[in-house]
Structure formats: structure tokens, C-alpha cells
């Protein structure tokens, strides 16, 4: 994710102690790309997710 700084870490952080993780977000260009690969490694195995977008996900990021 471009423009979010330390952010990233923050959220990694978050992501690590969430048993849900939802993202209902526009597909906007700040948007783009927010959970790929290395959000969902840093999510609890047991995590349940739900990903919400107008567009199809890129598989290439789950």
C-alpha cells in the first residue's frame, strides 16, 4: 500500500488479534490493493474474511 507509512505496521498489528476482518471499501486508487498478500499472513489462521468490492478480487493478492 502506497502512502501509509507507519501505518501498515499499525495495522498488521491490528489484523494479528482480529478474529473478523471486513473491508467494505470503494475501489478507489487509495483503496486498491489494501488487503494482499501480507495482510492476510497477518491474520490469525483461524480469522474469518470477508471481502467486499464492486470489482472482482485479484486472486494473484489471496
Known amino acids: ?34 488487503i494482499g498478500k501480507a495482510e492476510i499472513a497477518a491474520m490469525k489462521p483461524s480469522a474469518c474474511q470477508h471481502l467486499a468490492r464492486k470489482c472482482d478480487p485479484r486472486e494473484t493478492s489471496l
Open 1 to 34: 500500500m502506497r502512502g501509509f507509512g507507519p501505518c501498515i505496521d499499525e495495522l498488521h498489528s491490528v489484523l494479528a488479534k482480529c478474529d473478523y476482518v471486513v473491508v467494505a471499501t470503494p475501489n478507489t486508487v487509495e483503496t486498491n490493493q489494501l
